[in-house]
């Protein structure tokens, strides 16, 4: 390092200082200048070395004249020629400059004071102050250097111009004469804010107070600030304070993301909602709601930048639930009582709440992505651990936080899965499931001379199994096929496969001697037991001397995740027995029964038992042998010998009872044991044991009983064996024979019951059913009463109608059933009903049945009847009507079924066609009541007439004579003429009718003229009534009484009505007192 003199065309040095190497790598040191002003001395210092010049002004002004310098640095780099290395080429050296100051000078603004502008009361940084007020800012300033004693240093104390830092805002300046500047009391001219500052003149550490005003501007909320600086007016170093005067009056949200939120104080910690959040692109895919919290403030505007304002009060709030972009929107709070505001808080509500689509063009493969507000945003797929991740995420336009993207976006999809894409607004699409490509195809290797392991491949053509369809997984979007095949090899034991072991290298040899692994596909083996368990991990999967089996499960995946599965079902079994398929392949034989031969050797030869069964028909003749037995086994089955060659064949018959047979009737029903038995050169033996069954369609034959004719028989469905066949429809041969048969028997009541047992000896006995081929019979009977209801028993002792159904069922379903009509009858005739219990009929006279042996009965009742001539013609048919009336008669059977019958002589004996009742004579009347089994009752009425006599007498007015009682009050015969009375077919009532209307007129008059009121002309009219009204009774005169009944009528209203003539009259006789 060195200084030097400036001289006319050179630099020369003074001094001169070798640097070691330390400076030349790449390190930085401090290099500072400093003047002695009393003793004259430049100190020059670079790290630990310094160089001084003194005296420096006299050397200056000596050398380069005059009063006046300039301090500059010069850096530069001198390479010693006798140096051995040449100088590098690549040598810097650089500096910049940091301070040029006092050295004893240290300002600093020692505290800043707010006041009330006109009094003394501190104004703290959380004071209420509305915007316009006045405030008063004291600073104390000092210079804090300890060797500064006596010195003076002259400075201006200026508004800050470092407004990042120490800002001032929201307050103006004042200076005038009532609101001066002042200096420790002393006025200045000169405001912070003037172009020069407030000047400053310090000496020593002495403190200074400088005081001016500053009036409030700010009215949104906003912190008021004051930032202050000092600056020495020789080097103009500064020296910064800043101060909150006012503190911010913020305008806080509740932050729902925020763990604190939930205990957070409505009011003071939070101001307002805001939910839910807009997302990071400043849209909602929800309603918006907004809603104020007083506290702080008690009132809270939304001013949007087009629209009303909308002012709400505590816990009120403002939605938004159109799907659109809405005005930006400014939201402030405010103190109605302080009129302190907060600060404003922007807001742009955007909401989007339709999701948008998704298509794919399979033909493409472009997946097309469509929303009409907020835009496509981004592109999902669905990975492997069934989450959506983005494949795809497109631009978005406008400012971080106020983002919308393209109304449509395409992708072309390279991968299967399921996709959905979301918009701006965060709402996403209907997953979608894409097929681009196919899962792995699986194909046989192409070297054909890789030794086979396991069963050699057809080298003409053997193809993988193109296995099912591949499924589409509906979680992932992705294809999945699966093949399976079967792999069977024969134990060997001498020497045993793969040498007694199959483990994986065989596995894996097998697998890669049958497929080819696709290129880019990942290959997985998984080994399973019988019973599915996981076993890959074994040593040894089988013993190939044991039968066994494993699936091994060899899964092929591609890079996106596709999968094809082969399933490879290997099996290890013995020698198998001999085979046998039906010659039918529509009638597959069930599985076999498969043991070993000898139990105490499981390992040594098997038997395969096969069950099958055939039913045939009885034939007309013939038997079926053992040699006759074996061509119908060898016509039904086929069989191979598949590891042994055949060695016997052996066939056996046995009854139903397992009894061996030496041959089968075909002619007679039966069932039948046939035993084929093949056995191969190893021991094994295959047995079918076919159950043979002989049967007919001939059905029961029915013996018909002595006592009547069955009707039938009628072929019937088997399947309904009561219902006939329709016409013309023939039964059906494959089906079991049905006929029906009907009958009908009746027999008279009596004390017994008729249950199933006894109903079912009665069916057998009377019809003796047998089978004409031997079939084995089962017979069953029902019993229903007349209206089809079953019931378990019939009451013998009552009439009624029954059916019994009777069905005789051979062993092969054809059946016979008897549809017997069953009656029970009384011998009781038809009973006549009297009318009049009082006078009873004679008892019936019993008749004999004109047919011998008949059980039919038959009553007969005598009666007589006499009555007078009245003007009356009755034909036969009337005649009959009024027989039926005057003798009711009831059935005793149970149908209650009656024929009636009529006879009718004149009293010479003569048939008559009808009675003439206005002509005295005689008749006789024969009714004759038949019931449905034959018995009849019939009534003889001997009928007379008689002319009315003056002199008869009324012996009995209720109809009694002398000779008998006769129906419904009628005269028996017998009587004498001339005291006969006249009964007709009833009491008479016209002379009891005749002296009512005689006691009516004399009570009406008697009730007026005791209670001294004269008739009304209406009354007056009743007796001419009354007079009428005798008049009619006697056109209807029956009895000896009647005529004298009437006139004391006619009497009785006569008088009564002269005496209201008189009174009319204005006579006052008292007729009825005379």
């Known amino acids: 390092m060195s200084d030097y003199m400036p001289t006319s065309g050179n630099n020369l040095p003074l001094h001169q200082k070798p640097l070691s190497a330390w400076y030349l790598n790449s390190n930085s040191e401090s290099i500072s200048c400093s003047y002695d002003y009393s003793s004259d001395t430049m100190t020059f210092t670079v790290g630990g070395y310094s160089i001084q010049e003194t005296p420096f002004r006299q050397n200056m002004a000596a050398t380069m004249g005059g009063n006046s310098f300039y301090l500059g640095f010069l850096g530069s780099i001198s390479w010693d020629p006798a140096m051995t290395n040449d100088m590098p080429d690549n040598l810097q ?108 003149t310090m000496v020593g550490n002495t403190e200074y107070k400088v005081v001016y005003y500053v009036k409030v501007t700010e009215s949104n909320g906003q912190a008021v600030k004051l930032g202050q600086m000092l600056e020495d007016d020789v080097f103009q170093n500064k020296d910064y304070m800043g101060k909150t005067l006012l503190n911010e ?18 009011g003071s910690d939070y101001h307002y909602t805001r939910l839910p959040k807009a997302n990071e692109n400043g849209w909602n895919k929800d309603d918006v709601t907004v809603q104020f919290f007083a506290g702080d403030f008690d009132q809270f ?49 955007k909401i989007d709440k339709t999701a948008p689509t998704l298509s794919f063009d399979q033909d493409t493969g472009v ?24 494949v795809k995420t497109f631009p978005l336009t406008g400012a971080a936080g106020n983002q919308s993207g393209d109304s449509s976006q395409t992708y072309t999809a390279t991968q299967n899965g399921i996709y959905l894409v979301e918009d701006a607004a965060g709402n996403r699409s209907q997953p979608l499931a894409v097929q681009v490509s196919e899962p792995p195809v699986v194909e046989r290797p192409e070297n054909p001379d890789t030794p086979p392991v396991g069963p050699p491949l057809d080298p003409g053509g053997e193809p993988v199994p193109e296995g099912e369809e591949p499924a589409l997984d509906p979680e992932t979007g992705l294809l999945h096929r699966t093949i399976e095949e079967t792999v069977t090899e024969v134990i060997s034991v001498n020497p045993p496969l793969y040498g007694g072991s199959f483990d994986r290298a065989v596995v894996d040899g097998m697998l890669a001697y049958r497929y080819a692994v696709p290129a880019g596909c990942t290959a997985q083996v998984v080994v399973k037991d019988s019973k599915g368990k996981d076993i890959t991990a074994q040593n040894q999967y089988l013993d190939t001397t044991k039968p066994g089996g494993v699936d091994i499960f060899y899964t092929l995946t591609d890079g996106d995740g596709n999968t094809t599965e082969i399933i490879l079902h290997y099996r290890l079994v013995k020698a198998r027995p001999p085979q046998v398929d039906p010659v039918d392949p529509d009638a597959p034989l069930p599985e076999p029964e498969v043991d070993p031969i000898d139990p105490d050797d499981p390992e040594g030869p098997v ?47 046995e009854d139903r009872n397992g ?97 199933n047992a006894a109903a079912l000896s009665w069916m057998e006995e009377r019809y003796g059913a047998s ?37 005789v069922t051979d062993q092969d379903g054809n059946r016979v059933s008897i549809k017997l009509k069953y009656h029970l009858i009384s011998k009781t005739p038809p009973v006549v009903v009297p009318s009049d219990p009082d006078h009873p009929l004679p008892d019936p006279i019993p008749l004999p049945d004109p047919v011998p042996g008949s059980q039919k009965k038959h009553w007969n009742i005598k009666d007589s009847l006499t009555e007078w001539v009245r003007e009356e013609q009755l034909d036969k048919a009337a005649v009959l009507d009024w027989m039926k009336g005057r003798y009711p008669m009831q059935s005793q059977q149970s149908n209650g079924e009656l024929v009636y019958s009529l006879l009718l002589f004149d009293q010479n004996g003569r048939p008559a066609e009808g009675i003439d009742r206005s002509r005295p004579g005689g008749y006789t009347v024969f009714f004759t009541a038949t019931d449905s089994v034959g018995n009849t009752t019939t009534v003889q009425l001997d009928y007379t007439l008689k002319e009315r006599t003056a002199d008869a007498e009324m012996d009995s007015p209720d109809g009694e004579g002398g000779g008998g009682a006769g129906q419904n009050g009628g005269q028996g015969g017998g009587g004498s003429a001339g005291t006969l009375p006249f009964t007709g077919t009833g ?20 009730i007026k003229r005791f209670a001294g009121r004269t008739p009304a002309w209406l009354d007056w009219l009743l007796y001419p009534l009354a007079s009428l009204a005798c008049c009619a009774l006697a056109l209807f005169r029956q009895c000896r009484w009647d005529m004298p009944a009437i006139l004391l009528a006619v009497a009785v209203v006569s008088v009564c009505s002269l005496w209201a003539a008189r009174q009319m009259g204005g006579e006052d006789t008292d007729a009825l007192s005379e």
């Open 93 to 200: 050296m650089s500096a910049s400059f940091d301070a040029f100051q006092y050295n004893d000078f240290d300002p600093q603004l020692v505290n800043m004071t707010l006041y009330d502008g006109t009094s003394n009361t501190v104004v703290t940084p959380n004071a209420v102050v509305a915007p316009g007020t006045v405030l008063r800012v004291e600073s104390v300033i000092k210079n804090k250097s300890n060797s500064c004693t006596g010195q003076t240093f002259n400075l201006h104390l200026k508004n800050s111009d470092d407004a990042q830092n120490y800002p001032t805002q929201g307050i103006s300046f004042l200076n005038d004469s009532t609101y001066p500047v002042t200096v420790n009391g002393t006025k200045v001219g000169q405001a912070i804010n003037g172009s020069g500052g407030i000047p400053l």
């Open 249 to 266: 009056r913020p305008l806080e949200p509740l932050d729902p993301d925020d763990p604190a939120s939930n205990t957070q104080a409505p």
């Open 301 to 349: 505007t939304i001013t949007p930048q087009t629209g009303s304002a909308v002012t709400l009060a505590d816990r009120e709030s403002q939605l938004y639930d159109q799907e659109q972009i809405y005005s930006p929107t400014t939201y402030q709070a405010k103190d109605t009582s302080t009129g302190a505001v907060s600060t404003k808080v922007n807001d742009l509500v």
């Open 367 to 390: 997946l097309t992505a469509a929303d009409g507000l907020s835009g496509v945003w981004r592109l999902y797929r669905k990975g492997t651990d069934g989450q959506f991740a983005p």
């Open 607 to 653: 038997k395969a038992v096969y069950k099958d069964s055939l039913t045939e028909l009885i034939r007309e003749s013939g038997v079926m042998d053992k040699a006759a037995a074996q061509t119908l086994m060898e016509e039904r089955y086929h069989f191979t010998y598949p590891d042994a060659a055949g060695q016997s064949v052996q066939v056996e018959l």
């Open 659 to 755: 009894a061996p047979i030496e041959e089968i009737d075909l002619t007679r029903v039966g069932d039948y044991l046939i035993r084929y038995t093949a056995t191969d050169a190893n021991g094994n033996q295959t047995v079918v044991e076919l159950s043979y069954h002989l049967i007919s369609r001939v059905p029961p034959v029915i013996v018909p009983p002595e006592d009547g004719e069955l009707v039938g028989p009628t072929p019937a469905d088997p399947d309904d064996p009561l219902t006939p066949l329709p016409d013309g429809e023939e039964p059906d041969p494959e089906k079991p024979s049905a006929l029906l048969y009907e009958d009908e028997y009746t027999e008279y009541i009596k004390d017994s019951v008729l249950d």
């Open 771 to 807: 089978s004409p081929v031997g079939a084995a019979l089962t017979e069953s009977v029902s019993l229903y009463d007349s209206k089809g209801n079953l019931v378990e028993q019939i009451d013998q002792s009552r009439v009624g109608d029954y059916v019994l159904i009777y069905t």
């Open 987 to 1006: 009491r008479c009532g016209v002379h009891m009718l005749a002296l009512f209307i005689a006691l009516a007129s004399l009570g009406y008059t008697l």
